[in-house]
Nanobody, 119 residues
Framework: QLVESGGGSVQAGGSLRLSCAAS????????VGWFRQAPEKQRELVAA???????NYGDSVKGRFTMSRDNAKKMVWLQMNSLKPEDTAVYYC???????????????WGQGTQVTVSS
């Protein structure tokens, strides 16, 4: 089970930190991804991280977002800085086996947390 937290509303240029807590499954064997989905848009990869800390970021967030994880705590975080209105979406945490941008390759999903960035 994956549970996200930390979403909310912020003005453009602000920051938020999302958390994803895993339970019931050894987090050390999974890569974890953060995806987001805005209304009427497809779900897209924001960032993903392997068990050894290798990361993959979507082009639109490179240099602004940072993903990290603590395998012992079964926690994953997404630090989001310099937020823009176009970052507004529901953000999902997902567990998979690679850094793939394809949502279908991730087997476990959280319920999502809303991030709203106002201009």
């Amino acid at each position: 089970q994956l549970v996200e937290s930390g979403g909310g509303s912020v003005q453009a240029g602000g920051s938020l930190r999302l958390s994803c807590a895993a339970s019931g499954r050894p987090a050390a064997i999974d890569s974890v991804g953060w995806f987001r989905q805005a209304p009427e848009k497809q779900r897209e990869l924001v960032a993903a991280i392997t068990t050894t800390g290798v990361t993959n970021y979507g082009d639109s967030v490179k240099g602004r977002f940072t993903m990290s994880r603590d395998n012992a705590k079964k926690m994953v975080w997404l630090q989001m800085n310099s937020l823009k209105p176009e970052d507004t979406a529901v953000y999902y945490c997902a567990a998979g086996r690679s850094l793939s941008p394809r949502p279908g390759l991730y087997n476990y999903w959280g319920q999502g947390t809303q991030v709203t960035v106002s201009s």
